[in-house]
């Protein structure tokens, strides 16, 4: 069990506050799809940029710096695998 802050997004709230749902509905084979694993991601990421910033003192925005990129990284691959997705519709 991780000691890291679950976040879930919510557009009108504040993100510190918030807590991911503990059970997520994985297919039979037991993956979980790629977009509920990146999200989960990219709430970490976002809750350490949150932490970090809200830090007293010296604050490594060489870290903050590396989770955005990766953030924006996550994203993209998401968009991505909704493109495929329609795609396979299409072919279908």
Known sequence: MSNRPDFNVNPDSDIRTEQ??????????????GEIVINRRIHDLAGAII?????????????????????????????ELERLKERGKDDG
């Open 20 to 33: 991911r749902p503990k059970e997520v509905n994985k297919p039979p084979i037991g993956v979980a799809p």
């Open 51 to 79: 932490r970090y910033a809200d830090k007293d003192g010296v604050v490594n925005y060489t870290a903050i710096e590396l989770w955005a990129k990766e953030i924006e990284l996550h994203c993209k691959t998401i968009q």
